[in-house]
């Protein structure tokens, strides 16, 4: 077993957090920053505002990065059956990296997980 730093565990834990704030977030109506900023803040108040330089999230399809685009601008509302993807991440030069993403669909009732994988942390060394 391999133990990590303890600052490692919470960029993890931070990045856990921000996903999955924002995943409860979705539901039709809903702007898209109001997604992003929810994960962004969080981020941001752990003290990884910095550190996080990418958008939320963005559509799936054909292309690797479809519309809609999930930024902190975007105020486009969300509609039943959107695809995107939600994925924070935190990389700190020299400490660690960490990103965790799902694909959604907005639901008449809020949102479905589209993908399957445990959010406990592993370690890749």
């Known amino acids: 077993m391999v133990k ?3 600052n490692k565990k919470k960029i ?9 704030a924002a995943i409860e977030k979705v ?7 109001e997604i992003d900023l929810t994960a962004r803040n969080i981020i941001k108040d752990a003290g990884y505002g910095d ?4 958008r ?5 399809g054909a292309s690797v990065h479809e519309f809609p685009s999930i930024t902190e601008t975007n105020e486009m509302a969300l509609q039943e ?8 991440g935190i990389y700190v030069p020299g400490v660690a990296g960490v990103r965790i993403e799902d694909d959604i669909v907005v639901t008449k ?4 997980i589209l993908t399957e994988f445990p959010k406990e942390l592993m370690y890749v060394k």
Not at 51 to 54: A, M, N, S, T
Not at 56 to 60: R, S
Not at 83 to 88: D, G, K, Y
Not at 109 to 112: I, L
């Open 56 to 60: 939320l999230g963005h559509g799936l």
């Open 12 to 20: 993890y834990n931070t990045v856990l957090k921000a996903q999955l």
């Open 4 to 6: 990590l730093a303890p």
């Open 81 to 88: 059956n959107m695809v995107f993807t939600i994925e924070p």
């Open 51 to 54: 550190y996080f330089p990418h």
């Open 109 to 112: 009732d809020g949102y479905e």
């Open 27 to 33: 539901k039709a109506g809903i702007p898209a920053k």
